[in-house]
């Protein structure tokens, strides 16, 4: 008997050496993007490329093409996706259980990193006499597709603004709204993206247009009313045909998101590689000439990952009170 113990004994002995000597299998990580043709698909698809090269020990990644912002959160929600890109706004909506999410919150999704800025611009006929937003009263606004976080968003600053009673909304696409604008069945639109927008381009070259500023009144308004998500932006006057001025607005801003369920040091590992890589991450997209680590947290409306709060710390950024778990 005293014979077998000590078998066993060895044999626990060398299965426990064993284990103790092989590292831990790499954490996977499932990036869910856009799609294809867009912006999320090409960085994520990137940012994949960079984790598997710089930090294969520790990390496998692979990235989906996806229905972008609000089916990334569901995703990110069901454990299909543990990082995904997803608009600030979309991302707080979610993270409150607000809007398209009132059925219920996404209770993992927490913040990694702001990108680069998505530009809200209310487009009109320069020959329209609009020039400010109380100026839309009793006028017809298209607000964006039914359900899109540009209706959202529209509805928020029109409401923010006094006007949102006073006004007919026609839920129109960027195209939609670009062609009826056109043919004077709108009297302005809302449109969301980066700039310049091609359907906007495409108006401007044969319909003289304008852009109605957002002041800074409306954005601390808006931060008040708990709208972190907005951020200051000047859309320049070379930025379309016809512009004699810059433009003050405001924009919304893509970021990342990730999973609660996923470890501290890996969340690190991530932004780490992100950021030591950037000019990596930078040819995939155009876009990706934005993304800067003084701005990865402009317009975060949603609590930091703790291993995101750790490496920014460690990165002597502040991070605020209210970002922090």
Do not use: C
């Not at 017809?140 to 009673?165: C, F, K, Q």
């Amino acid at each position: 008997m005293v014979a077998i113990a000590a078998v066993i004994v060895v044999v626990l002995a060398v299965i426990l050496g064993y284990y103790a000597l092989t590292p831990p299998a790499p954490y996977k990580i499932t990036i869910y993007t856009g799609g294809t043709g867009g912006v999320y698909y090409p960085l994520g698809v990137k940012l994949a490329d960079l984790l598997n090269k710089y930090a294969g020990d520790k990390i496998v990644a692979s990235a989906s093409s996806s229905g972008a912002s609000v089916a990334n959160a569901r995703a990110l929600g069901t454990g299909d996706a543990n990082l995904i890109f997803i608009q600030n706004d979309i991302a707080y909506y979610a993270y409150n259980g607000l809007y398209m999410f009132s059925e219920g919150k996404i209770d993992k999704i927490r913040g990694l990193a702001t990108l680069y800025p998505e530009i809200i611009q209310i487009i009109v006929r320069a020959d329209s006499g609009i020039k400010t937003i109380s100026d839309l009263e009793g006028k017809r606004v298209a607000i964006g597709a039914a359900g899109s976080g540009t209706a959202v968003e529209a509805e928020i600053i029109l409401r923010a603004s006094g006007v949102w009673d006073k006004i007919t909304v026609q839920n129109l696409d960027f195209t939609q709204a670009a062609q009826a604008l056109k043919l004077g069945q709108v009297d302005a639109a809302f449109v969301v993206a980066g700039i310049p927008t091609s359907a906007v381009m495409e108006l401007a070259a044969t319909t003289p247009i304008s852009l109605v500023e957002i002041p800074d009144e409306l954005l601390n308004t808006l931060k008040q009313q708990g709208y972190l998500f907005f951020v200051p932006f000047t859309v320049p006057k070379a930025t379309y045909t016809g512009l004699e001025e810059d433009v003050k607005t405001l924009a919304v801003r893509a970021m990342l998101a990730i999973s609660s369920d996923v470890p501290d040091d890996v969340v690190y590992t991530i932004l780490k590689v992100m950021f030591d890589h950037l000019d990596e991450l930078k040819q995939a997209h155009s876009r990706a000439q934005d993304i800067s680590l003084d701005k990865a947290l402009e317009g975060l409306p949603i609590k930091l990952h703790p291993g995101a709060v750790k490496y920014y710390q460690d990165k002597g950024i502040t991070v605020p009170q209210e970002l922090k778990p």
